[in-house]
């Protein structure tokens, strides 16, 4: 009888040892549960946003320039110390085969452009001007149709309106930068876009790149010798083949830096102004 005794007090002493066991062990996984959940919390936080893709839109971009360019027809900046600074410019585009050359040749370079727009050609490439804006240059207005002729006050109001409604509709630029095609200030527009504190920006250099029977070196030579603080440099990426500006822009690039200029766009060499 007492060996019985003994034999059950040792069958419950193993039974609730096996509970404590089977206790202890969920216990655990309870916990490593939780502490995996817990982690993973952790990391789901962290995930980064999703990086925006080139073509997205862009919110609130705004190429204003400082009050005093306002209304103001501008050649070139007086740049306190003479700092060797420059700004190329990029007019007709954005354009299906060159603009793209081009963007990759100044982000190889590290440059930032300004590019004037044709309110025709952001409607042919708007995937290509979307990639200009994510890429970080500076966009101005430069009309519709890209015509010469003289305009009445509607006309010049149209020609800038629209272009400045798609430049936004298409990238979310908002920008009071213009220039008038070939350089015309005397056919309407440039007086409403004054009239409206649009900066008018002209160049103090150019390229000559649309000359149809220069080899792309001069284009280089022209801009090298003539290049100056302050300069703006005027060059196209659309508006018909530019094939031959694609070969001179990285001549063009290396040349200035050899001579110790840095680049900047045209809002940020207006900022720079005296």
């Known amino acids: ?65 400082p009050a005093k360019f306002q209304g103001k027809t501008v050649y070139q900046v007086e740049i306190p110390n003479n700092e060797k600074v420059i700004a190329l410019t990029l007019d007709d585009g954005p354009w299906k085969e060159t603009t793209p050359q081009m963007l990759d040749i100044l982000k190889q370079n590290g440059v930032k452009a300004t590019f004037f727009w044709v309110g025709t050609a952001i409607q042919e490439n708007p995937k290509i001007a979307k990639q200009v804006v994510a890429e970080g240059h500076a966009i101005a207005n430069h009309t519709f149709h890209h015509w010469y002729k003289q305009m009445d006050a509607a006309t010049a109001k149209s020609e800038i309106d629209r272009t400045a409604d798609l430049i936004y509709k298409t990238t979310g630029v908002k920008t009071t930068l213009f220039r008038p095609p070939g350089g015309y200030l005397n056919n309407g527009l440039a007086s409403y876009a004054k009239s409206q504190n649009y900066t008018v920006v002209m160049w103090s250099q150019t390229s000559a790149d649309t000359d149809p029977k220069a080899k792309y070196q001069v284009f280089v030579k022209n801009v090298l010798r003539d290049a100056k603080p302050g300069g703006i440099v005027l060059m196209h990426d659309g508006g018909g083949d530019r094939r031959r500006t694609v070969q001179a822009l990285p001549l063009i690039i290396q040349g200035l830096k050899e001579k110790g200029y840095r680049f900047v766009t045209v809002p940020e060499i207006l900022e720079m102004g005296k």
């Open 1 to 65: 009888m007492g060996e019985f005794k003994y034999k059950k007090v040792r069958f419950i002493a193993i039974a609730l040892c096996i509970a404590c066991i089977t206790a202890c062990s969920d216990t655990t996984k309870i916990v490593q549960l939780s502490n995996q959940t817990s982690e993973n919390q952790v990391v789901a936080t962290n995930i980064p946003p999703n990086n925006p893709s080139p073509t997205s839109k862009p919110q609130n971009l705004t190429f204003a320039p």
